[in-house]
C-alpha cells in the first residue's frame, strides 16, 4: 500500500470496537488518523468478518453482532486511513510503530497511540490439548464468522464463560450438532458472585445471558466438571470428564479470555495482576492513558469488559488525544460516554466471579503441556520452580518456554501461574514474561525491505 | 551489624561469578552482591560467543586462559553450558580485507600465537558451504565455539554457591568506604565489611570507580540481537565480518542468532533498552547478501543487553589505582563472555596470592589517568 504516510496525528492498532470506535471519533474531528489491523478485513474477533461473512442469517450471529457493522461504516466514511492486512510488530515509546503490509516492512510514527489489540482466550492447559481434534472455542467462532465453517462430527464443549454459551447458540443455530456441553465453573462460584448479581441484574447482559442460556440447555445435555481430559492416539477419540467417557470427533475449549497485552508490554507500558479476573491487565488512567506518555490502550486490552464498553473505551481515548493534539476541535462530550461505560461495566464482576475457572484447569500437573510450541510440560515448569527459578525470564533461559513462535501468548498465564503456586506467592511477585519484539513474527527479507534514507544509514553505521 | 567476608564481588555478571566461584576454589569467602539477579543484563543476553579470533592482543591471554576452561567447562561447574566447539570464521569479502587479514596472522605467528589461520575460498566454502559466492577467504579460529550465556552465568553462581561464595541478589552498594584495612560497603541490605573489593559492576561499575577517586570514561551500550524460528541445519561455525557488522551463528536447536554490533538506546537506572529497527534492518539485509538461504527466516525476537565500553574497546582489568585491596574486572566493551572464566581465575589468583602468571599489562585503569595517579 503506497498511500501509507511516514507520521499520524493517531494510530490505532487493531481494528475491533475500540479500534473503530477510536479511529472514526479522532479522524471526524480532524486528526489524521490510521487504523492498522491485522486480519483482511476490520471487525476484530468480536465483529469477525463483519464486512464479509458468508453467513447471511442475521439470527445465526445474533443482532450484537450485527451492531458491528455500524462502527465499520461509521469508521470507514470518518476519512481515517484503514490499514487491513497490516502486522503490527512493534511499538515502542517514542511512539514509532513497526508494521508490515504485503509482505514489506514500515516505520511510522504518530503523536499519539491507541493500542486496541483487545482479549485472547485464556490458556486451557489439560491433558490432550494438543491432539488434532481439540480447538479452542474462539478458533471455531472465527471460523463460522469468516468462512461460514460449521463443525460436523461428534463436537464436545468444555469449559466456561459468556462466549462459550454464545458460540454454542450460534453453532447450534448454524445446524451444528453439539453431543454435549461439559461446564467447569466451580458451583462455589456462586457464592462469590451472589455479592454482584444487583449491579448485573441492572446491566443489559441479565436478559440476553439468561435467554442465551435456556436456549442451548434446551438442546444440548449440561455436564457439570471438574476434570477434562482429551484421549486419543494422534487425534482425537474421545473426551473424559471426571472418569465420563464421551466419545467426540471435535473438542472445543474455552475457559474466558484475557487481556491480549503483548504490544503494550513491549512498548513498556506498566501492567498490574488483577485477582479476580486472573490476568495482567494495564494500569490506566480515566481517559485510559498508559504509563508511557502518548499511549493509550482501549477495549478489551485494557481489562476484560465486552464490545460495546470497548467501543466507549475507545471513544473516551480517542477524545484524550483529539484535546491534546487539536484543543478546538469539536469532539463529544466525555461525561456522557463515561455513564455509558460504567454501566456496561457494572454486571462484570459477577459474570467474572460466576465463571472464574478452577485452579485445577489453570495450573496443569505432570506430563500436560504448558508450553506447546517449546513441548515443555507442566512438570518441567513446577520442578525448575522448585529448585529455585523464580520468574518466568529465567524459566525461558532454562526450558525454552515462551521462545516459541506463540512468543509466549498461549502459556503466559500458565508459567506466571505455575510458578507462584510452587513458590508459594502470588502471580502478581512472580510477573510476566519480558516481552520482547517483534510481538509477531517477521522475516527477515520483509525486515531487510525497510525503507532506509541514505542520511539513517549513515547515522545508523557507528 | 556487618556481614564479613574476605572478598565483595560487586556485580553478578559471568565476570563476578567466575571471580566469586574461584575465590571459593582457592578457600576464601566471597560474597556477590547483585543488583538485579545474575545473568540479568549483558552477561546472561549477549550472542554467546566464545572466541579467540580476532582480540585485541593485550587480551588474548585472558583469552587463551578462558579458553582452557571452556574446554573443560562441565567440570569446572557442573554444566555443559550449551559450550559447543565449531570454530569461529571472520569471513573476507573483499581483497584488501583478506590482505589485512594476512598481516594480522602473520604479525601474531611471530609473537607465538597460532589460534588464528588464513583459508582460502576453498576452505572457506568448506567450512560455511553456505556462504555468498563473494566472499575471497577469511580466518578460522578452530577451537571458538558458542554457549548459553544465561545458563553458564548461572552455573558459575550456582557452583560458587556450592563451594562457599555467599551470593545476595537484589541488592545495590549504595557507598564505599575504608575503614582501617577494611572496606565496609553500604547496601539496600545492610552494611558488608572485606578486606577486599571486586568492582565487576558492567555498566555500572564507573560509579563504583567514581567513589574511589578513579573516574574512567564508560560508555553505557546495548548491542542488539535477533533470534530466527529454528531452521534445518545448515552452518556450524560462528561467522563474524569485518567490513560490516554481522555475527552469525546457528544453534543446536536450528535457531539462528544474528548480532554484530548494533547498537539500542539503553536506559541504565531503568533496565531498559529502545531497539534500533533501521538499525536491524541493516544487520537483516547484511544476512540477506551473506546467505542467501536466510531470506525466509522468521524473526521472532530482538533484545539488547546493556553492557559497558571502553574508549579504547578493551577491558579495566587489575588493582585499583586509588584504594588499596580494589580490584577492577569491567569494561568488556562487547566481547566479555568468552573471557569470564579466564578473567575470574586470574583475579582470584592475583587476590589470593598477590600476583599473576597471566600477563594483564595494558589493561590497567591507570591509562585513563593521563600518566598520573
Known amino acids: 500500500m503506497t498511500d501509507l504516510a511516514s507520521a499520524y496525528d493517531l494510530a490505532v492498532i487493531g481494528g475491533g470496537p475500540a479500534g473503530l470506535a477510536a479511529a472514526s471519533l479522532a479522524a471526524r474531528a480532524g486528526l489524521s488518523t490510521v487504523l492498522f489491523d491485522e486480519t483482511p478485513g476490520v471487525g476484530g474477533q468480536i465483529y469477525r468478518g463483519i464486512t464479509s461473512t458468508p453467513v447471511t442469517n442475521r439470527a445465526v450471529l445474533g443482532e450484537d453482532y450485527w451492531a458491528g457493522a455500524a462502527l465499520a461504516a461509521e469508521a470507514t466514511a470518518s476519512g481515517a486511513l484503514i490499514a487491513t492486512g497490516a502486522t503490527v510488530w512493534s511499538l515502542d515509546p517514542s511512539l514509532q510503530v513497526g508494521v508490515s503490509i504485503a509482505g514489506r516492512a514500515r516505520l511510522i510514527h504518530a503523536r499519539r497511540i491507541i493500542v486496541a489489540t483487545g482479549s485472547l482466550e485464556r490458556p486451557f492447559p489439560i491433558p490432550g490439548w494438543t491432539l488434532p481434534g481439540v480447538m479452542t472455542a474462539g478458533a471455531a467462532q472465527t471460523a463460522l464468522k469468516a468462512q461460514g465453517l460449521v463443525p460436523s462430527g461428534r463436537t464436545v464443549m468444555a469449559g466456561s464463560g459468556p462466549l462459550l454459551w454464545l458460540l454454542a447458540a450460534q453453532l447450534l443455530r448454524a445446524g451444528a450438532k453439539v453431543e454435549a456441553i461439559l461446564d467447569t465453573a466451580p458451583r462455589l462460584n456462586w457464592l462469590r458472585a451472589l455479592a454482584h448479581l444487583p449491579d448485573f441484574a441492572l446491566s443489559p447482559y441479565w436478559s440476553k445471558g439468561l435467554a442465551l442460556l435456556r436456549e442451548v440447555k434446551a438442546k444440548v445435555p449440561v455436564i457439570r466438571a471438574s476434570s477434562v481430559e482429551a484421549h486419543g492416539d494422534g487425534q482425537l477419540r474421545e473426551v473424559v470428564a471426571d472418569g465420563r467417557r464421551q466419545p467426540a470427533d471435535l473438542l472445543l475449549l474455552h475457559q474466558g479470555v484475557v487481556p491480549n497485552i503483548n504490544l503494550a508490554m513491549a512498548a513498556g507500558v506498566e501492567h498490574r495482576w488483577n485477582e479476580r479476573q486472573l490476568c495482567f491487565e494495564p494500569m490506566l488512567d480515566q481517559d485510559f492513558g498508559s504509563s508511557v506518555p502518548g499511549i493509550a490502550v482501549a477495549g478489551d486490552g485494557a481489562g476484560i469488559a465486552g464490545g460495546t464498553a470497548a467501543a466507549e473505551r475507545g471513544r473516551l481515548a480517542a477524545i484524550a488525544a483529539v484535546r491534546a493534539l487539536k484543543p478546538d476541535a469539536a469532539a463529544p462530550d466525555p461525561q456522557a460516554i463515561r455513564q455509558a461505560l460504567q454501566r456496561e461495566e457494572m454486571g462484570r464482576a459477577f459474570l467474572d466471579w460466576l465463571y472464574r475457572p478452577p485452579v485445577a484447569l489453570r495450573q496443569p500437573v505432570g506430563e500436560t503441556l504448558a508450553c506447546r510450541c517449546e513441548e515443555v510440560t507442566a512438570g518441567q515448569v513446577r520442578h525448575m520452580a522448585r529448585i529455585g527459578c523464580e520468574g518466568p525470564n529465567q524459566m525461558k533461559a532454562f526450558l525454552r518456554c515462551g521462545m516459541g513462535p506463540c512468543q509466549g501468548r498461549l502459556c503466559g498465564l500458565t508459567v506466571t501461574e505455575l510458578i507462584a503456586a510452587e513458590r508459594e506467592t502470588s502471580p502478581a511477585e512472580v510477573g510476566y514474561w519480558r516481552l520482547r519484539p517483534p510481538v509477531k513474527p517477521i522475516t527477515l527479507g520483509e525486515l531487510a525491505s525497510l525503507p532506509i534514507a541514505e542520511a539513517e544509514r549513515k547515522a545508523v553505521e557507528r | ?373
Open chain 2, 1 to 373: 551489624m556487618a556481614r564479613t567476608a574476605d572478598v565483595l564481588v560487586i556485580g553478578g555478571g559471568i565476570h563476578g561469578c567466575s571471580t566469586a566461584l574461584h575465590l571459593a576454589l582457592r578457600g576464601l569467602k566471597p560474597i556477590l552482591v547483585e543488583k538485579d539477579y545474575a545473568g540479568r543484563h549483558a552477561s546472561g543476553v549477549n550472542a554467546g560467543g566464545v572466541r579467540q579470533l580476532a582480540r585485541h592482543l593485550a587480551e588474548i591471554p585472558l583469552s587463551i586462559k578462558s579458553m582452557e576452561l571452556w574446554e573443560h567447562i562441565e567440570d569446572l561447574v557442573g554444566d555443559d553450558c550449551g559450550f559447543d566447539s565449531h570454530g569461529t570464521v571472520l569471513v573476507a569479502e573483499t581483497a584488501a580485507e583478506l590482505a589485512d587479514f594476512r598481516t594480522r596472522v602473520d604479525d601474531l605467528g611471530l609473537r607465538g600465537f597460532t589460534h588464528e589461520e588464513l583459508v582460502d575460498r576453498t576452505e572457506l566454502k568448506r567450512l560455511v558451504p553456505s556462504v555468498s559466492g563473494h566472499c575471497l577467504g577469511g580466518v578460522v579460529s578452530r577451537r571458538d565455539g558458542a554457549a548459553d550465556p544465561f545458563i553458564t552465568t548461572q552455573a558459575f553462581r550456582r557452583r560458587a554457591v556450592e563451594k562457599g561464595a555467599e551470593v545476595i541478589e537484589g541488592v545495590t552498594v549504595t557507598a564505599l568506604s575504608r575503614i582501617g584495612n577494611v572496606w565496609r560497603a553500604e547496601t539496600s541490605a545492610g552494611p558488608i565489611e572485606a578486606p577486599k573489593v571486586v568492582n565487576a559492576a558492567g555498566a555500572w561499575a564507573d560509579r563504583i570507580a567514581a567513589q574511589l577517586g578513579e573516574p574512567v570514561p564508560l560508555d553505557v551500550i546495548a548491542p542488539m540481537l535477533m533470534v530466527t524460528s529454528a531452521l534445518p541445519a545448515f552452518i556450524q561455525p560462528v561467522v563474524i565480518l569485518r567490513g560490516r557488522k554481522l555475527s552469525f551463528k546457528q544453534r543446536a536447536n536450528g535457531t539462528v542468532v544474528i548480532g554484530g554490533g548494533y547498537r539500542a538506546q539503553p536506559f541504565r537506572d531503568e533496565n531498559r533498552t529502545m531497539l534500533d529497527w533501521r538499525a536491524l534492518a541493516q544487520s537483516a539485509k547484511t544476512v540477506w547478501e551473506m546467505f542467501p538461504v536466510m531470506r525466509e527466516a522468521t524473526i521472532v525476537r530482538a533484545w539488547a543487553g546493556i553492557e559497558a565500553r571502553m574508549p579504547d574497546d578493551i577491558p579495566v582489568v587489575g588493582p585499583s589505582s586509588t584504594s588499596e585491596g580494589v580490584y577492577h574486572q569491567f569494561g568488556f566493551s562487547a566481547h566479555g563472555f568468552q573471557l569470564g572464566p579466564g578473567t575470574g581465575a586470574m583475579m582470584a589468583e592475583l587476590i589470593a596470592t598477590g600476583s599473576t602468571n597471566v600477563p594483564i599489562d595494558g589493561l590497567s585503569i591507570r591509562r585513563f589517568q593521563g600518566g598520573h595517579g
